[in-house]
């Protein structure tokens, strides 16, 4: 089953005091670029969801998408030109600042909504929900531009009004980590530097 994915990387990292979290430097590497390593084999179709930096963004070497709406309407925007412009019926969201996200994320999100009939699947673990983890149909699109339109912003509100299931990923919920801080950065470069 072919899928489109979107990274995004769109926020405004008000506790990293302001600063383009995607481009943020893990191990020599950008948080994006992390990102991609671990997606790339498992998708079809790959676009970065950006609203600052473009052209450095664009250096990653896939298509950045910019949010339309003026007023930041967080990762929804994301979803949104995911849905919009993917070339697959299916669309993978991924956050921009999780560099240890699952490798087969995709495989499992897949497998959860086919054996369950839903329209969208999210990443759980430990029985916490990471809505940001997100496989969705196309077919959802309408239902989003509509609740969007509605001033609606929550993700997960606009996931449960939907045909929803949530796929249990507790054997590596580690992979969840996402670096809201530069504590949080420093924390993750000194464990990986001792494994």
Same mark, same amino acid.
């Given at each position: 089953? /072919?899928?489109?994915?979107?990274?995004?990387?769109?926020?405004?990292?008000?506790?990293?005091?302001?600063?383009?979290?995607?481009?943020?430097?893990?191990?020599?590497?950008?948080?994006?670029?992390?990102?991609?390593?671990?997606?790339?084999?498992?998708?079809?179709?790959?676009?970065?969801?950006?609203?600052?930096?473009?052209?450095?963004?664009?250096?990653?070497?896939?298509?950045?998408?910019?949010?339309?709406? /003026?007023?930041?309407?967080?990762?929804?925007?994301?979803?949104?030109?995911?849905?919009?412009?993917?070339q697959y019926d299916y669309v993978l969201t991924v956050p921009c600042d999780s560099?240890?996200?699952?490798?087969?994320?995709?495989?499992?999100?897949?497998?959860?909504?086919?054996?369950?009939?839903?329209?969208?699947?999210?990443?759980?673990?430990?029985?916490?929900?990471?809505?940001?983890?997100?496989?969705?149909?196309?077919?959802?699109?309408?239902?989003?531009? /509509?609740?969007?339109?509605?001033?609606?912003?929550?993700?997960?509100?606009?996931?449960?009004?939907?045909?929803?299931?949530?796929?249990?990923?507790?054997?590596?919920?580690?992979?969840?980590?996402?670096?809201?801080?530069?504590?949080?950065? /420093?924390?993750?470069?000194?464990?990986?530097?001792?494994?």
């Amino acid at each position: 089953m /072919a899928v489109s994915s979107i990274i995004l990387a769109g926020g405004r990292a008000t506790r990293m005091g302001g600063v383009d979290k995607g481009l943020v430097v893990l191990q020599q590497e950008a948080l994006t670029a992390h990102v991609i390593a671990r997606l790339k084999s498992q998708v079809d179709e790959i676009f970065i969801s950006a609203n600052r930096e473009i052209e450095t963004y664009k250096t990653f070497g896939y298509p950045v998408l910019q949010d339309a709406n /003026a007023d930041f309407i967080g990762p929804l925007a994301g979803f949104f030109l995911g849905l919009q412009n993917a070339q697959y019926d299916y669309v993978l969201t991924v956050p921009c600042d999780s560099p240890l996200l699952p490798l087969d994320l995709a495989e499992r999100l897949l497998s959860g909504m086919s054996a369950s009939g839903a329209d969208i699947a999210v990443a759980s673990s430990d029985e916490n929900s990471h809505p940001v983890f997100c496989l969705m149909k196309k077919s959802v699109l309408p239902s989003l531009l /509509a609740y969007i339109e509605r001033g609606e912003r929550k993700v997960s509100a606009w996931q449960k009004s939907q045909q929803l299931v949530e796929v249990d990923f507790s054997d590596c919920s580690e992979a969840f980590t996402n670096l809201n801080t530069f504590d949080d950065l /420093a924390d993750l470069e000194l464990k990986l530097n001792k494994t």
